[in-house]
Each structure stands twice: as structure tokens, then as C-alpha cells.
T-cell receptor, first 114, second 117 residues
Framework: GAGVSQSPSNKVTEKGKDVELRCDPI?????LYWYRQSLGQGLEFLIY????????KSGLPSDRFSAERTGGSVSTLTIQRTQQEDSAVYLC????????????FGSGTRLTVV | GDSVTQMEGPVTLSEEAFLTINCTYT??????LFWYVQYPGEGLQLLLK?????DKGSNKGFEATYRKETTSFHLEKGSVQVSDSAVYFC????????????????FGQGTILTVHP
């Protein structure tokens, strides 16, 4: 596609429920990243995919968070048993590969846990 | 580990004023440096980048020079406009000497800029 697409754009969920956030990267981009933007926390790295593998998942805050990528394309970030502190904007970005490029970011999914 | 420190905001200026937003970093290897901008209600956009020491990135009247000796990448604009009101993020991407990216970006906390007419 023309840009990085994320869905849903907004998600309100009850504490304790599981949620899935989806990211469609730019076609042909082999690298995909997830970040979290919280009020007062800035932008926090979560996980990096190169193809379907995740060489760096050091930013996942707990074992309630997981992510996968299939076909070298779409990625899903799953948060199990959501907590109120998970409320944030979750951003996905992609880039052509392991070269020195800036990323292209999606518009994000705003997650609110009530 | 890698880190980025930005001047704290918010920054409030009158139109046509000179803008500087300070950014300093610590990193191993040979990082690339970036400024991203987030306009109200929009996603993050790459504003400019520099990939090696003494490089100057520029875009839309904004400039930043990669200073290895002071580990800085300050953002400047000679004459700001109301439309420049946004949040500005400094970021680095670590690399090896061979230029291979480590992948992740490390961001500063962001600086809110408000420009009044």
C-alpha cells in the first residue's frame, strides 16, 4: 500500500480483556517496528521484525505482550489481560531493511483500557 | 545503552522568531540521527536526518548538523510560522562501523512547540 496502515484506529477495552492490534507495512518493506507512545513517557520501543523473525524484542514490557509477523508483511501485536497502564497510542513503522533510513510510521492505534 | 536528551518544553514563540531545540545523545558505534515531527492530530513524520559526522540535514527551512565532538544534533529554523506548531522528537538509530542499522530508534521525550501569530 501507499503507507503504513494500522487498525483499529481506536480501541476501548475492559480491564482484563485481550486485544489485537494490526499493522500493514508498506509493500516490500522488510523491517517492521512497534512503539508505544504514552503521555509523559515519550516513544518507547517494543519490538523489531526483520522478515518474520524478531531479532530484538527487548522492549516488550511484560509477558502479556506478544507480536508476530506472517508472510513478511502483516504484523499483529497482542496484549493479554489488559491493564489500565497499557492505555497508550501504539505505533507501527516500517522501513526498507537494515540500512540507514528513517522509518515511515502509521497513524497508530489509540488503546484505552477502562 | 543509547539515549537521547532533548530540551524540555514547551517552547512558545512568536511568528518569525528564531527556533533552536537542543538535542544531545549517547551511543555506541556510529549512529544516524533524526528529527521527527508530529503535527496536531497526525502521525509521526520524518523531518530530516544525518547519517555521519558533520552532515547537515535540512527540510522545510529546518536544519540540524551532526556534531560528533559535542554529541549534539540541535534543530534550528530561522523564522518559524504558526504552521510549525507541533511536537518535535530527536532520535538516533545505532549502526555498526559498516553502516548496518541495529534497527530500533531511540527517541527523546519530545518538545512541544507553539507559535503565535
Amino acid at each position: 500500500g501507499a503507507g503504513v496502515s494500522q487498525s483499529p484506529s481506536n480501541k476501548v477495552t475492559e480491564k482484563g480483556k485481550d486485544v489485537e492490534l494490526r499493522c500493514d507495512p508498506i509493500s516490500g518493506h522488510t523491517a517492521l517496528y512497534w512503539y508505544r507512545q504514552s503521555l509523559g513517557q515519550g516513544l518507547e520501543f517494543l519490538i523489531y521484525f526483520q522478515g518474520n523473525s524478531a531479532p530484538d524484542k527487548s522492549g516488550l514490557p511484560s509477558d502479556r505482550f506478544s507480536a508476530e509477523r506472517t508472510g513478511g508483511s502483516v504484523s499483529t501485536l497482542t496484549i493479554q489481560r489488559t491493564q489500565q497502564e497499557d492505555s497508550a497510542v501504539y505505533l507501527c513503522a516500517s522501513s526498507p531493511g537494515r540500512t540507514i533510513y528513517g522509518y515511515t510510521f502509521g497513524s497508530g492505534t489509540r488503546l484505552t483500557v477502562v | 545503552g543509547d539515549s537521547v536528551t532533548q530540551m524540555e518544553g514547551p517552547v512558545t514563540l512568536s511568528e518569525e522568531a528564531f527556533l533552536t531545540i537542543n538535542c544531545t545523545y549517547t551511543a555506541t558505534g556510529y549512529p544516524s540521527l533524526f528529527w521527527y515531527v508530529q503535527y496536531p492530530g497526525e502521525g509521526l513524520q520524518l523531518l530530516l536526518k544525518a547519517t555521519k559526522a558533520d552532515d547537515k540535514g535540512s527540510n522545510k527551512g529546518f536544519e540540524a548538523t551532526y556534531r560528533k565532538e559535542t554529541t549534539s544534533f540541535h534543530l534550528e529554523k530561522g523564522s518559524v510560522q504558526v504552521s510549525d506548531s507541533a511536537v518535535y522528537f530527536c532520535a538516533l538509530q545505532g549502526t555498526t562501523a559498516g553502516g548496518t542499522s541495529y534497527g530500533k530508534l531511540t527517541f527523546g521525550q519530545g518538545t512541544i512547540l507553539t507559535v503565535h501569530p
